[in-house]
Every structure is written in C-alpha cells, then in structure tokens.
C-alpha cells in the first residue's frame, strides 16, 4: 500500500512538471510571436528552438519517467537553446522558468539563482533597450523575483517535508513487520512449548510408569521363563520410546537454554547420552565462551542433538565427543564418535545431514562431514560469532568426582 502511495504521487508530481513546462513554454513563445516587428523567417527559427528544446526535455525528463537528479547533458543543452531564443528575441527570456522546471523540487537552490540571475538578465535587456530602468520596472522586477524565489522554496520545502513522512511511513511499516515477524516467531515457540509440555506431561510420564510396572512385574515372573522374557521384551520397547519421547521433547524445546547457555547444554546432551545408552560421551570447551543470540543457540543445540542421535542410531560408537571452540570471531563445533562410519562413495544424504546442513546455512556458517569405513565420523560446524560480542558466560565445569561412564565435562582453560 504505501509503495502503490508513493507511485501514484510520484505520477500525479511528474504530469504537474511536464504540465508547467509546456505551459511556460508556450506561453513565452506566443507571447512572443505577438511582437510587431517580427519576421517570418524569426518567428519559424522561434518555433523551431522552442520544439527543439520540447524534445530536449522530453528526451531526458520526460521519457525515462523524471529522475530525481536532472543530468548535466539536459541543463547544457537547454541552456544553450534558452540563450539562442533570448538572443533572437529578449521577450523570450522566461523561457528560463521552463527549463529549470525540473529542478524545482529537487534542486530548490539552483532554482532560486536561476530565477535571480533571469531578472538580472531582463532588467539588463531593459537597460540596453531603453537606456534606463524606471524606478517602477526595477520594483516590479525585484517584487517578481522575490515572488518566484518564494514559490521555488516553498515547494521544494513541501517536497521535502512530503519525502521526510514518507520516510517515517516507509520506517513505521518496517517496525510493524519485524514486530509482526517477532510475534509469529514468539507464537510458534510458545506452541512447541505447548506440545513439548503435552509429550512430557502424558507420553513420556506413560511410558516411565510402565518401565516401573514392567520391571516391578518381572521381579514377580521366575527368571528365563517365557512371561518373563516377554516382560522384558515389553520393558526394552517401552524404555525405547521413553527416549524416543524425550528427544521430541528437547527438539521441540530446548529445555537446557532455557537456564544454560550453549555449551553447558551440550554437556547436559553428552551426559545423557551416556546415562542412557552408556556410550562415553563427553564434551570439550576451548577459548572464551560467548553467548550468541537464543534462536541461534537453539539451532546449534539442535544440530548437536541430531549428530549425537545419529551416533547412537547408526555408528555403533563406543565413545562420542562434541568439542567447541570459541576462536574470536568464530564458533567451531566438532561432533566425533568411533563408530563404523561410512564410505562416502556409497554415501547417501538423510534427512537428519539435510535439516542439519539447512540450520548451519541459515545461520551463514559451514557444515561438513568427514567418514570412511570403519574410522568413524566427524560432523564439523563453523558459525561466525557477533563482532561485538555479548558478555562472556561463564560455564559451569564438570563434577570432579565426573567420569566418561557417567558423562564428563573436559573444559580447556579459557583464552586470556
């Protein structure tokens, strides 16, 4: 809408431009053809300038639609055809006006000297007709001039203050779309909160509950017999969606960021992915942590969930480490396991590398994947950090009493 505004204005502004030119023009030039003592020959070489100089403006005014900074080439030649008439016929010497329409509005000072340096010209053609200038004309002249430099000004001063609130229209409908933007952005966190809260609150709480049913049943059953076999079958499946549960609940919501930072949420990632299938995992701080913005921390996090879950789905790792290393102005995260690998001829892309590569690419970093068979795999991400960092955070290290069965912290020493 108000880019449609804005071109109906600069349309209706343009046609009152073109509209004044010609008035001016023909005008001046009937005004004098009316002259007594003109020729035949001077009236045709008067109506040939003032057609040329008609072309002259339309060629670079007119037809590449008004620009809002007249070029050199047009006021040049305009000129020199205004001085060719004004020359052949000092009644032509308004001619002036026409050809300093286009800068009006946008050159509201050189407007202003060419209507005063016009009345100069014409109270020296008096002079040099007449052999004086009466008190009379002179004021007339002054009072003429006086009043074109105050209509100059006063539309080049609504032009401008007509620009100055389009600006702030133009400004006031960004705010509205970044806060609208803001607000769907706060709408669909709250509603992953939501289900995140739903999966908890009665998915995950279910299965829990019937881990404890089942164990506690196969406490009951004697052992090796077929019941508890299949007790223990059930349990298995149960625990799996368990986990399967609450790995949907940290990918719709990262609960760690929500009183952590990002490196203290990857620990929290290691450690319970050792907790819950054994692996060692453990992760690796080096530099200065830094805090990058919330939603940028979420999609790092949750790159690190997808790499960590594909080591413990298809790697078959033994142990996993996640290193992140502050470097200045650069985030460097490595997700290594010592799983099978892969060969990267027979390599396919999942949708997990694919999601993974997506988020890294919207926050303009690099993702790569280095494999081969039975040398396990290595996800390497690189993100650049703000050039004017926000306050350093201060990561909580690891438990001393922490080893790589239970999940460990490995925290380098932070750069000086």
Known sequence: MALQQVWKRDRWEAAGQHTFFGVVLTLSVLGALAGTDLTTGT?????GLAV??????????????????PPLPYLAGALAGWVVMAVVDPALLPVAVAVLTPYWLRRAWWSAGGVLVLGGAW????FTTDGSVGVRTLTGCVLATAVAVTIVCYVATLDHESQKRQRLLD????????????????????ERQRLAREVHDTLTQGFASISMLLDAARDDLPPDSPAARRVEQAMRTARDNLAESRRLVLALRPAPLERTH??????????????????????????RPVALPPSSEGELLRVV?????????????????????????????DIQDDG???????????????????????????????????EGTTVAVTVPLPIEPSVSVTVAPAPAESVPATGTERMAAPAP
């Open 43 to 47: 009236a045709v070489l008067l109506i």
């Open 123 to 126: 109270s020296w053609q008096r």
């Open 305 to 333: 969930q997808e790499a960590l879950t594909n080591a413990r789905r298809h790697a078959h790792a033994v142990s996993v480490s996640v290193t992140l290393s502050y470097l200045g102005d650069l985030l460097a995260i």
């Open 262 to 287: 990002l490196a203290d949420a990857v620990r929290e990632l290691t450690a319970r992915l050792t907790e819950e299938t054994g692996i060692e995992a453990y992760t690796v701080v080096t530099g």
């Open 340 to 374: 099978g690998g892969f060969a990267p001829a027979a390599r396919h892309s999942g949708i997990g590398l694919i999601t993974m590569r997506e988020r890294i690419g919207a926050l303009d970093g690099t993702f790569a994947v280095e494999t081969a068979a039975d």
């Open 171 to 190: 400004e006031l409908t960004a705010t509205q779309a970044e806060r609208a933007a803001t607000e769907r952005q706060a709408g669909t966190l709250a």
């Open 52 to 69: 040329g100089i008609a072309a002259w403006y339309a060629y670079w005014i007119a037809l590449p639609g008004g620009a809002d900074r």
